[in-house]
């Protein structure tokens, strides 16, 4: 494993190719629970344990069974039902621990079964980790880390926005932007500023 390898995966998951803010992936949840710190946190929170454990898992599935068996064609189909199993999880500890928190999130609770977000870095982690169907050395330890700074710039970016949400509710802003409109601006200019960080070089 290559230290330096480590860094460029959280530099680049987190800031140069952020889930949200540079691939665009997950916006429903983004815009929608993003109105408030703490159920934004939340939500990152969940995003993050089912991308690490996601990519965990797909891992093992992809390394021991389809490729032995030649059955990488099923990958989405594989990948989609390991995320749906931890997002039920989950959506079990919050209903029973905080069911306002619960009642908050609603239906963008279980829609992270579909959320691309989750599904685009198990098929990353396959894409970059692997060649001609073998893994390359460390593939396993990079893939979960992948995982996490995902999950961690997805956090960056949620409370981002609710921090900037909650402060505009603050203010006199015209009917005609106020809620989603605004938010999608909001969006625009804060992925326009994270294309600042495509000048690293590694």
Partial sequence: ??????????????????????????????????????????????????????SIITWFIYRFLLIPFNLTYLRTISFILVIATFVQFV??????????????FGIY???????????GVAVL????FFVNAKALPGSFYYSVFQGICVGLGYTIAM???????????LCNVPKSVKDFPLAFIIASIMSLSFLGFNGFKF
Avoid: H, W
């Fill in 91 to 104: 959506e079990m500890v919050i209903k029973k621990t905080s069911p306002p928190l619960y009642r908050f």
């Fill in 159 to 169: 409370l981002l926005m609710s921090g900037i949400r909650e402060r505009l509710d």
């Fill in 109 to 119: 609770l279980p829609l992270i079964t579909v959320n691309c977000a989750v599904l």
């Fill in 1 to 54: 494993m290559n230290p330096a390898q480590f860094m460029t995966i959280f530099i680049s998951a987190v800031f140069i190719n952020n889930v949200i803010l540079s691939r665009f992936l997950g916006l429903c949840s983004f815009v929608a629970i993003s109105k408030e710190t703490k159920p934004a946190l939340a939500m990152s929170l969940a995003v993050m344990f089912v991308t690490t454990m996601s």
């Fill in 125 to 128: 982690n396959i894409d970059m």
